[in-house]
């Protein structure tokens, strides 16, 4: 099973960027996925996690109310809305999938099965 993520690039502080993960696979079913994200010289960092149904996400403190997570289980994909862009937000974002019959949302890296490749998200000033 591989993850593709997409989206990622240049803007500037306040725009949006929507990052996507795709499944080499089917391989979403009844299982949660999650987005991470590390930035240079810091360690990774828990960002966003959606349940199997879609009903149930939460999110890190520091993107709460700014960025939005969706999946399309039909298309095996994973979706994360950045909305009012900061600086701090530059970082590779990751995307990834937990373990077939684990469907609730996880915060933590040691709960995720396949990991994404990442996608470079730059916000300027």
């Known amino acids: 099973v591989q993850l593709q993520a997409s989206g990622g690039g240049l803007v500037q502080a306040g725009d949006f960027l929507r990052l996507s993960c795709a499944a080499s696979v089917r391989t979403f079913s009844m299982r949660s996925l999650g987005w991470f994200r590390q930035a240079a010289g810091k360690e990774r960092e828990f960002v966003a996690s959606?349940?199997?149904?879609?009903?149930?996400?939460t999110y890190g403190d520091s993107v709460e109310g700014r960025f939005s997570i969706s999946r399309d289980n039909a298309k095996d994909t994973v979706y994360l809305q950045m909305y009012s862009l900061k600086p701090e937000d530059t970082a590779a974002y990751y995307c990834?999938?937990?373990?077939?019959?684990?469907?609730?949302?996880?915060?933590?890296?040691?709960?995720?099965?396949?990991w994404g490749q990442g996608t470079l998200g730059t916000v300027s000033s």
């Open positions: 959606i349940g199997w149904g879609g009903r149930t996400t």
């Open positions: 990834a999938v937990r373990r077939a019959g684990y469907a609730a949302v996880a915060i933590t890296p040691g709960e995720y099965e396949t």
